[in-house]
């Protein structure tokens, strides 16, 4: 469907009167309601505000594309309106915004709305096209300019060859779904619109999956790439060139990718649970790193609000969840039940669940739960669900490569049956006989060792883990030693983590500091993502740093491991202990210690950062 068919001159305003975003929605609500265009106004304009709360539709640039798909149109329209003086839309930019486009899809409309918004984004991103529609003088003006695109864009598409060979697929995941997943998006779609190649990209985040790959543009891509560092479908991808790399170079590499996807180089993927090898030799789907972020990051949900439940018991005193003590508080009780006995408990089952899912898909679920279960049950603690998580994935492959001579009437019980029942058992023989235990003894060896650590010894340590954290910002380094804290919560050691997540939030807010106190050392778009970054550092998002250092990493990289490094070593001088695993400044008031120190440690890390990223940077060329 062609964006003039549901674009008319009857919803065309040329000179909005509107200067704020409910005003401009009101306005183009209006045209579409009288155009007879909508069923019930008012259920419209409810759908278009919810769309509005989950991220606003002011793209930047000068334009906004508000949408919505609902029963409340009774046929399916697009409504322009232009504001020459400009008006407040909350653009991601923080620039007024000139063009708008109005999109109402009927709720059977295939999707039509999202078709048609793909389509105008890509025509609006052409600063000649978008000149035209600024200068246009009538209604008529802007349906020509719009139908010339339309049909410049099928001459292009015409002109290529017949084949869909240069169209590529992606898709991006990191394990906590918030930063690196979109960052990497972005970076694959600007980097194929610069060399002219067609991409669709599919984010697996924090929300689920958006923009699906189809079966049909999966049959007719010439190759997919899937920057990921935790389990994605992959199946679906069986026959097809795949380059598999982590989630980073998506974000750093991205036209390297798009040229390897274009010229075929990568191996033929096979749908199995065998391991397969990327075109750079490392292991793909089977890398230990992918497998073990695939469980921490399922894992997350368990360990975050079951740690901060934990922590806020304490509110009420130390001891003030057991019945027995005198400082019994019935909620911190309830508290502690729901966060420590019954969420956090799941912890390390789900963790080893997810790690042997990963490796050998959903028969290797099952045995990887059973097997944490009995590590955590056993004493064996995060260690041992690692061991487990592993060790029943790579059973189950064995169990599906002894099973595959079996005759083909059997294959429908091998999933139901068979893996299940052998790979529960050997998993549960080998960690009863072989791991707990053992692995129990280097537990309790682990804490008596940092409980019996000298002053200068944890400063050490804090030292070493706030710098990891700011080494690559969210990459394996980071992974190593946000998992070790999460093992010493586990084990009743809660002073390395006070010193991680420190480490964690000084990268962008040292560099939100820098953007602000140092200005001519940092392009306009960098001193706006500074903004952004004072709330991601605040919330433990050290992934929001990401940008600043790809541009230049030998100055700000640096200056962030100092800074985190010396947040981590403060934390262990002031004595500070945190029970919540994540949190960010949400967590601070309940951390064991003086919070103000704590954030004190934290503000001076970051502060030591902005100033030699400050001092260090040449100044900015706009």
């Known amino acids: 469907m062609k964006i003039t068919d549901l674009l008319t001159r009857d919803t065309i305003i040329l000179d909005l009167r509107a200067d704020t975003k409910p005003a401009v929605i009101d306005e183009l609500i209006e045209i579409l309601h009288n155009s007879g ?7 419209y304009k409810k759908a278009i505000l919810a769309r509005e709360e989950q991220s606003t539709t002011g793209i930047g640039e000068g334009i906004a594309i508000p949408h919505a798909k609902t029963n409340a149109v009774a046929e399916p329209a697009i409504a322009f309106g232009r504001s020459r003086q400009g008006a407040d839309y909350e653009s991601l930019d923080g620039q007024p915004a000139h063009l708008f486009f109005m999109i109402a899809a009927s709720e059977g409309a295939n999707n039509e709305h999202l078709q048609t918004l793909s389509r105008l984004s890509g025509f609006l991103m052409d600063p000649a096209f978008k000149k035209k529609l600024e200068d246009a003088e009538t209604e008529e003006e802007i349906l020509n300019a719009i139908n010339e695109k339309e049909q410049e864009m099928e001459e292009e598409e015409a002109s290529e060859p017949a084949a869909s060979g240069k169209m590529i697929l992606a898709v991006t995941a990191c394990p ?19 060399m002219n190649v067609p991409i669709k990209v599919e984010t697996n985040g924090s929300g689920g999956i958006k923009n699906a790959l189809t079966e049909e543009e999966i049959a007719e891509a010439a190759a997919i790439i899937v920057a990921a560092d935790k389990q994605v479908e992959m199946d679906r991808f069986a ?32 749908a199995s649970g065998e391991p397969k090898k ?31 439940l934990i922590a806020l018991s304490f509110v009420f005193g130390i001891n003030a969840a057991d019945p027995k003590d005198p400082s019994y508080h019935p909620i911190a009780e309830a508290l502690s039940t729901i966060g420590g006995g019954n969420a956090f408990y799941l912890m390390i089952p789900v963790l080893a ?13 099952a045995p990887g739960m059973v097997g944490g279960l009995m590590a955590a049950t056993g004493g064996a603690g995060f260690l041992g669900g ?21 005759p083909g009437s059997l294959e429908g019980i091998k999933p139901v049956l068979l893996y299940p029942l052998f790979g529960i058992l050997l998993t549960g023989l080998i960690m009863m006989f072989v791991v707990v235990e053992p692995v129990k003894a280097i537990n309790d060896g682990l804490t008596v060792w940092l409980k019996g650590m000298g002053t200068g010894n944890l400063v050490l340590l804090g030292l070493v883990l706030g710098g990891m954290m700011a080494v690559d910002m969210g990459g394996p380094i980071n992974k190593a030693a946000f998992t070790f804290g999460i093992a010493m919560i586990d084990a009743g050691n809660f002073a390395p983590h006070a010193a991680i997540m420190a480490g964690g939030m000084v990268p962008p807010l040292g560099l939100a500091l820098s953007t602000t106190f140092f200005k001519k050392k940092f392009t306009k778009a960098e001193r706006e993502a500074g903004k952004t970054n004072y709330v991601m550092g605040a919330t433990f998002i050290t992934e929001g740093a990401i940008p600043f250092a790809a541009s230049d990493p030998a100055r700000v990289i640096p200056a962030a491991v100092i800074g985190s490094a010396a947040a981590g070593a403060l934390t262990m001088i002031f004595g500070i202990g945190l029970r919540a695993p994540h949190g960010g400044a949400f967590v601070i008031p309940i951390v064991d210690g003086n919070p103000l120190l704590y954030i004190a440690a934290i503000l001076t890390g970051s502060v030591i950062t902005a100033v030699m990223v400050g001092v260090l940077k040449k100044d900015a060329k706009e």
Not at 258 to 269: E, M
């Open 278 to 308: 990327s075109a750079e030799g490392k292991s793909g789907r089977s890398g230990f790193y992918k497998h073990l972020m695939s469980g921490v990051s399922n894992m997350l949900p368990f360990v975050v609000g079951g740690g901060i």
């Open 37 to 43: 265009k909508l069923k019930d106004k008012e259920a």
């Open 239 to 270: 026959g097809k060139h795949v380059i598999q790399v982590p989630v980073a170079q998506g974000i750093r590499k991205p036209q390297e990718l798009i040229q390897k996807a274009l010229d075929q180089d990568a191996p033929i993927f096979k």
């Open 353 to 365: 669940g997810f790690i042997a899912m990963s490796i050998a898909d959903r028969p290797g679920f």
């Open 176 to 194: 906590t779904g918030i930063a690196h997943t979109y960052m990497a998006a972005d970076a694959l779609k600007a980097k194929a619109k610069e």
């Open 386 to 406: 690692l061991i487990a998580g592993f060790l029943a994935g790579y059973l189950v492959v064995g169990l599906k490569k002894a099973f595959s001579g079996l």
